[in-house]
């Protein structure tokens, strides 16, 4: 009995702990910001240890009027079909005109 258990000892002892490193990106806020109604995206980069957040870092990127939405999420789709208008659309572009050096 004591061999048996010096012999599960020492195997226990030589487990290691594995730990799972996992890595998230998640669209963290959607954001509708002035007069032409320029969507902001900011996503988080989340690192997680054995479940436990151990880092988390942002990134933006904004989505005029006249944008090509072809490769953002359904959300983010959602929210310029109902805000880049073809009024908001026209006005932007005439703004871009007028500002043009």
Do not use: C
């Not at 007069?35 to 942002?58: L, M, W």
């Not at 006249?66 to 805000?83: H, R």
């Amino acid at each position: 009995m004591l061999i048996l258990n010096l012999l599960l000892l020492t195997w226990l002892l030589k487990q290691e702990k594995k730990m799972a490193i996992t890595k998230e990106v998640i669209e963290d806020k959607i954001e509708i910001v002035g007069d032409f109604k320029i969507i902001q995206v900011r996503y988080a980069t989340i690192i997680k240890e054995d479940d436990v957040e151990i880092s988390r870092k942002f990134l933006r990127n904004s989505f005029p009027p006249n944008s090509d939405m072809s490769a953002t999420s359904n959300d983010v789709k959602a929210v310029a079909t109902q805000f880049h208008t073809d009024a908001v659309k026209a006005a932007y572009t005439a703004h871009l005109e007028n500002t043009a050096p």
